[in-house]
């Protein structure tokens, strides 16, 4: 009997696989892990060069040494002293936060139109919506710029130069934002919702209590989101601003950087490292909710 | 004093009927109004900065429009200049077909690579991560320069490195030949959204599916051949779309990176006819159509361009996700 429950026992029991199995094991992820050092440094390059770069005096700068001798710290200063940075900055906190805020206030009902109630029609209009998403902005483009053009002749306010044009739209609704906050309104489970109707809740009550409750990390990946791509716009800024350098945004102003100052690679380079360094620091703040925006665009996509 | 009210209440039986559906009518109506209510602003942004748009473009791709007088009706001598005249056209096209035909299998390639290498580590996943998305952030602006000086031919680091072994390396920005493939590697360095949505995906693939396929005897190659891949075909996909459509798009690199890189060849302050450098390599079609819209401000023939370029997208965006039916395994519901 007890040989039997012995025998039985002894396949269930973890045995140690044999000494070559564990062998090729550990030599398989000991390769793995190489090549994903490998790899790693690679990605990190050019952040090094950049930093280093921005750390050298002008005229080493243009030399082939890969070391500042000595670290010129004062570049940071000077970046700021040189280029109106805090003005284009400022005006890219503007731009970002308006259009953040106006597309969250718009898109959110929309989504929750298109994923929590029930009517005639709302998968074709979602369709619609997917549609819009795919076309590139810049079969649009013309029409637009015309369109804001001639508004501003028409009401006596020039559109052309200023940032406006770049954030009304999103007060109406923005298809990558709805479509996101759709994907994350239809994981919270009905009977949410469900209860919230029994207890007599409006649509409207619900959509301010529940929905904004549960989709917290929803609605926080898309304000990410939205800020990151304003932030890192550059084609609209283009085109609307590129004439008028009050209104310009860091994207401009950093494109623009080298042709202020000729042929400083060290200023440059400190100035990339600035226009980086807000987008890198909210990362390390946000990184599980960049995370998973992401993996939901792609995943339920 | 029973009969009446017995009449009454006789009379009132259909009532309540009526009243219900009428009630049931106006909670429809009350329903219908708030949908509308909640969909508003989308239809009015739609219409505004969508659907007026696309129709005042065709009307405007068959007149000449310089934006200060009225638009001239012309026909369909833009469409004739840009099949048959254009010297500029075929350049940005083939540029941007190269583009899309190299970058998307190698950005989807090297991403699945990492990611299925990342799935297998067992130990500092977090940190690769990381460090693999980082680039992703960098504003595209900044990245590009940052590269342009990397690559820079004479001082950059890259090419100092390279001499330190004897090779001569590429002019990078400045060669006519390389400009795209730089560009390709700016494409590779912020892979990290990508990666992250295969990371996930190959994470998702059944356990057991890997197991029954192990068991009978398939090797890693095969493994990965007939169980990760059709798992995470879907995925694959959703890669390939998003990277033709990104690349139908492609401006802001290549349109930073002639900039930076003509400016720092001739060291002039010279910006008007830099676009494409060096000899139109990185002259894209959404590059070519910003110059003619916005620099030349012909925007009856950049409206002919945009509705050519509307009628590719939309073409390859149906006939990717018509086709995707034959060769993308869904798991589970159809």
């Known amino acids: 009997m007890t040989a039997a429950v012995g025998a039985a026992a002894a396949p269930l029991a973890r045995r140690k696989p044999p000494f070559t199995v564990r062998r090729r094991r550990f030599l398989l992820a000991v390769a793995n892990h190489s090549v994903l050092i490998v790899v790693t440094a690679l990605f990190l390059a050019p952040f090094v060069f950049i930093t280093l770069t921005a750390l050298m005096s002008t005229n080493q700068a243009l030399s082939s040494d890969l070391w500042p001798h000595p670290f010129h710290w004062g570049n940071f200063i000077d970046v700021f002293r040189d280029a109106p940075l805090w003005r284009w900055a400022l005006n890219t906190f503007m731009y970002s936060g308006l259009a953040t805020l106006g597309l969250l206030v718009s898109s959110i009902p929309v989504a929750y139109a298109l994923s929590r109630l029930r009517w005639r029609g709302r998968d074709a209009v979602f369709l619609v919506v997917l549609i819009a998403l795919m076309l590139p902005p810049q079969v649009s483009v013309v029409p637009i710029y015309v369109m804001w053009a001639k508004l501003g002749d028409f009401i006596g306010f020039h559109f052309i130069g200023t940032l406006w044009p770049l954030i009304l739209p999103n007060w109406l609704g923005d298809a990558f934002s709805i479509f996101l906050l759709r994907q994350f309104f239809l994981t919270i489970p009905e009977e949410y919702f469900d209860a919230a109707r029994v207890d007599g809740c409006g649509e409207l009550r619900i959509l301010t209590t529940v929905v904004l409750r549960l989709a917290k990390p929803g609605i926080a990946a898309v304000a990410l989101f939205s800020m990151l791509y304003t932030f890192n716009d550059f084609f609209l800024p283009l085109l609307y601003t590129s004439d008028n350098p009050h209104n310009w945004v860091l994207s401009i102003g950093l494109s623009e950087f080298r042709s202020l100052r000729q042929v400083q690679w060290n200023l440059t380079m400190a100035a990339t490292l600035v226009v980086m360094a807000p987008v890198i620091i909210v990362f390390f703040l946000a990184q599980k909710a960049f995370v998973e925006g992401v993996t939901l665009t792609g995943v339920k996509g | 004093m029973g009969t009446p009210d017995a009449g009454a209440a006789v009379l009132a039986a259909p009532r309540p009927a009526i009243d219900r559906r009428r009630a049931k009518k106006s909670a429809a109506w009350r329903r219908r109004r708030l949908v509308l209510l909640f969909m508003s602003p989308w239809i009015l942004g739609f219409s505004v900065f969508f659907g007026y748009p696309l129709v005042f473009s065709a009307y405007l791709s068959f007149t000449h429009y310089d934006l200060l007088s009225a638009p001239r009706w012309i026909g369909t001598a833009n469409y004739s200049y840009l099949f048959e005249q254009d010297q500029q056209i075929w350049p940005a096209v083939k540029?941007?077909?190269?583009?899309?035909?190299?970058?998307?299998?190698?950005?989807?390639?090297?991403?699945?690579?990492?990611?299925?290498?990342?799935?297998?580590?067992?130990?500092?996943?977090?940190?690769?991560?990381?460090?693999?998305?980082?680039?992703?952030?960098?504003?595209?602006?900044?990245?590009?320069?940052?590269?342009?000086?990397?690559?820079?031919?004479?001082?950059?680091?890259?090419?100092?490195?390279?001499?330190?072994?004897?090779?001569?390396?590429?002019?990078?920005?400045?060669?006519?030949?390389?400009?795209?493939?730089?560009?390709?590697?700016?494409?590779?360095?912020?892979?990290?959204?990508?990666?992250?949505?295969?990371?996930?995906?190959?994470?998702?693939?059944?356990?057991?599916?890997?197991?029954?396929?192990e068991l009978d005897g398939a090797g890693g190659l095969r493994r990965l051949w007939y169980v990760t891949v059709p798992s995470i075909s879907p995925v694959i996909l959703f890669a390939v779309v998003i990277g033709v459509i990104q690349g139908l798009q492609y401006f802001t690199q290549a349109y930073v990176a002639a900039n930076i890189a003509s400016g720092q060849a001739s060291q002039a302050g010279d910006t008007t006819s830099n676009l494409g450098y060096p000899e139109d390599s990185t002259l894209f079609y959404p590059v070519l159509l910003y110059q003619n819209g916005f620099r030349y401000f012909q925007m009856g023939y950049a409206s002919a361009m945009a509705m050519l370029l509307l009628g590719v997208s939309l073409a390859v965006t149906l006939l990717i996700l018509v086709n995707s039916r034959r060769f993308v395994h869904y798991a589970g519901a159809k």
């Open chain 2, 95 to 213: 540029n941007t077909l190269w583009m899309i035909g190299v970058s998307v299998p190698l950005n989807v390639l090297f991403a699945f690579g990492v990611a299925l290498m990342l799935a297998r580590a067992r130990t500092g996943v977090g940190i690769f991560r990381t460090i693999f998305y980082l680039p992703a952030l960098a504003p595209p602006v900044a990245a590009t320069l940052g590269f342009v000086y990397i690559l820079n031919p004479a001082t950059g680091p890259i090419n100092s490195f390279l001499g330190l072994f004897g090779i001569q390396g590429p002019l990078w920005f400045q060669s006519p030949d390389w400009a795209k493939p730089s560009l390709v590697l700016l494409g590779l360095w912020g892979i990290g959204n990508l990666l992250i949505i295969f990371l996930a995906a190959v994470l998702d693939v059944p356990k057991h599916l890997q197991e029954s396929a």
